[in-house]
């Protein structure tokens, strides 16, 4: 199997853990404040990790710190501007539809910000993908309000921190402004994503104890939320990201993200059996075209596959 093949592979295993992840945060929002919730959930991730990669950080040179900062920086302010639209957004089916939107705006900014070349299949499933998110989540119609102004600058920013991921676990050459040409080296996955969720973890807490009580939180702890936070540190957030970000290792290409929007349909299916929630026929369409966008984006690689396959079986 090919490294494109296995990147493909673990993108579609991260939307499910990324599906699971918003099962245990539902649960764990409703006992805590959430930026509460988000600081204590990263900064355990962050932390686990960082215990398995103590050797690898050392080894970290300055520039490769930045960056990883940098990448944690980013990632953390889309989780700021995701919680306010959480605060603020009426219906949480847009809110959802807006967040998702991230993972169409990635080659956009890969293009647009850092002239990386797309396949035109990345174009055109894009379209595809927004239709299928918006029957998915819109049922309602689209009223522009606060909230969603920020899930928009949410899915802006989380494009940003995928492409800038993605370029710090991967080795490159750039021109500096003196006009040199400087090799980057790539971080490694595990302590290039520990170095991220801690840096979200801090930024979350700090916003966290200007904005929210904790009291309350504290004087009432149970065993329950305790579960919720720990399930979605150490499996919707370290094992979510750190297998994301090799993933992102793998491949230097950044149009493999399409296969980031099966994320809402294993939501949707998830919350039919966690919740009881049901789909009606126009989301059931949605899922079909978030279905069709992969297939779209990822025709050259899957045609590819089973050419090879037939191939075989003939000369076999």
Not at 19 to 26: E, G, L, P, R, Y
Not at 238 to 267: C, D, K, M, Y
């Amino acid at each position: 199997m090919s490294d494109t093949h296995k990147s493909d592979l673990l993108l579609v295993v991260v939307t499910l853990f990324a599906a699971i992840s918003w099962m245990f945060s539902k649960e764990a929002v409703l006992l805590m404040p959430p930026l509460m919730f988000m600081a204590a959930r990263f900064l355990i991730a962050g932390t686990v990790l960082a215990f398995f990669a103590r050797r690898s950080l050392m080894k970290l040179s300055v520039d490769q710190l930045r960056r990883s900062v940098g990448v944690g920086l980013v990632f953390g302010t889309a989780m700021t501007c995701w919680v306010m639209g959480l605060v603020h957004i009426t219906s949480l089916g847009e809110g959802a539809f807006l967040t998702s939107l991230g993972v169409v705006i990635v080659p956009i900014i890969a293009r647009l910000v850092f002239k990386e070349a797309q396949p035109p299949s990345t174009w055109l499933a894009i379209p595809i993908a927004v239709g299928g998110l918006a029957l998915l989540s819109l049922e309602n119609g689209f009223r522009p309000e606060a909230g969603q102004i920020f899930f928009v600058m949410a899915a802006t920013i989380f494009a940003l921190y995928f492409n800038l991921n993605t370029r710090a676990a991967n080795q490159r050459t750039v021109i500096n402004r003196l006009g040199r040409t400087v090799e980057k080296h790539r971080v490694p996955a595990l302590p290039l994503t520990a170095i991220a969720l801690l840096t979200v973890g801090l930024l979350t807490l700090v916003e966290s104890m200007i904005m929210e009580p904790w009291r309350p939180t504290l004087n009432n702890l149970s065993p329950m939320l305790a579960w919720w936070v720990v399930a979605s540190a150490v499996i919707g957030t370290a094992g979510r990201f750190l297998l994301q970000t090799f993933a992102q290792s793998l491949s230097a290409n950044s149009h493999g993200v399409v296969i980031l929007v099966l994320e809402p349909v294993w939501v949707a299916l998830f919350a039919a059996g966690w919740f009881g929630e049901s789909m009606t026929g126009i989301q059931l369409a949605g899922c079909g075209l978030i279905f069709a966008a992969l297939i779209v984006n990822r025709w050259a690689v899957l045609s590819k596959a089973i050419k090879e396959k037939l191939r075989k079986r003939k000369t076999a």
